[in-house]
């Protein structure tokens, strides 16, 4: 029974801090939530560090459901042909527990994104180096509805904190001095509203999960461009009997709609994907937990031609104070 209350314990701080990691790099496809695998979490009062690594290469071009060979089309095209995006992504997270119903969350992404293209009409590639602080989340929770913290709410904020003015560096759009497009850009100008909920379940001695579910919806446009709406749920599998070894599994879904304005690419905007996430946290002493997740597509559709990984990987660094 001791264990069963460890457990509840450790699961309910662990989710507090989902929120603003899983939406840290899902523009670019990641949705896992990394800090729900860390076995070092506590309900206690105090500071938690967290550093995060994510790599997503985006390096097939697809179309709906299916792949797009390049061999199969012409140039010049009558649309933009993206060539590929390399994103890699270090997002430093500091979380505050003010008691054992009560937490704070900020996460501050600095990203690296090389990106090639033949836009619409050209033959050769363009290409564009970003790099810079992306947009701060501050995500709030309470999870004080019952005795045990198995739910909880997240209620915040994506900050307007990322350039929105980056252009192409080469080629022909280079050439031309063009912007980037705007959901390339280190950040999207806009202040979102984030909101989530969580649940966790011990199943036995060895075995608990989780369900959490999570929305991201822009409350203004920066000059005429608003980002995609994204809704993302997560449930996961781990266990415990291996001691500082868990071995765990995640499923990741995210829906995400049209970017609209007039600066949006509203014909290739738009999916739906999902990803198989296997992995593994170890306690690292009392104080440090590394985790580390590959994810694998299940199911991808996307509206127009759109760039999309083969896989995605993370590594997540805690340290509690």
């Known amino acids: 029974m001791n264990h069963f209350r460890f457990t509840a314990a450790a699961l309910a701080a662990g989710l507090s801090a989902f929120a603003g990691s899983s939406l840290?790099?899902?523009?670019c496809g990641c949705s896992l939530g990394s800090e729900w695998a860390d076995n070092a979490y506590s309900t206690n009062r105090g500071l938690r560090l967290d550093l995060r690594y994510d790599f997503v290469d985006q390096n097939q071009l697809r179309y709906g459901s299916h792949r797009v060979r390049l061999g199969s089309l012409s140039f010049p095209n009558d649309d933009e042909i993206q060539l590929g995006t390399l994103t890699r992504f270090y997002t430093l997270s500091a979380d505050y527990a003010f008691n054992?119903?009560?937490g704070l969350s900020v996460q501050a992404p600095y990203l690296r994104r090389d990106h090639q293209t033949i836009g619409e009409g050209d033959t050769e590639t363009s290409t564009s180096a970003t790099r810079g602080i992306g947009d701060v989340r501050v995500i709030g929770r309470y999870q004080g509805f019952f005795a045990d913290r198995s739910w909880g709410l997240q209620l915040g904020?994506?900050?307007?904190?990322?350039?929105?003015?980056?252009?192409?560096?080469?080629?022909?759009?280079?050439?031309?001095?063009?912007?980037?497009?705007?959901?390339?850009?280190?950040?999207t100008g806009t202040t979102d509203l984030i909101a989530g909920v969580y649940h966790y379940a011990a199943l036995s001695r060895d075995w608990d999960q989780f369900q959490q579910l999570q929305i991201k919806q822009a409350l203004n446009q920066h000059q005429d461009f608003r980002?995609?709406?994204?809704?993302?749920?997560?449930a996961g599998l781990r266990y415990l009997g291996f001691g500082a070894l868990v071995p765990q599994i995640q499923l990741n879904a995210r829906i995400e709609g049209r970017e609209t304005g007039a600066q949006a690419d509203y014909a290739n905007s738009g999916s739906q994907v999902l990803n198989l996430?296997?992995?593994?946290?170890?306690?690292?002493?009392?104080?440090?937990?590394?985790?580390?997740?590959?994810?694998?597509?299940?199911?991808?559709?996307y509206t127009g031609y759109q760039l999309a990984p083969h896989y995605l990987s993370s590594v997540n660094l805690g340290y509690r104070f």
Request: contains cysteine.
């Open 24 to 27: 840290a790099c899902s523009s």
């Open 157 to 187: 904020l994506k900050l307007p904190t990322g350039k929105t003015d980056e252009h192409f560096r080469s080629g022909p759009a280079g050439e031309d001095g063009e912007i980037i497009d705007r959901g390339l850009q280190s950040g």
């Open 227 to 234: 980002p995609s709406t994204q809704l993302i749920g997560n």
């Open 100 to 102: 054992g119903d009560w």
């Open 277 to 301: 996430s296997p992995g593994l946290a170890a306690t690292l002493g009392s104080r440090l937990s590394l985790a580390a997740f590959v994810q694998l597509p299940v199911y991808q559709h």
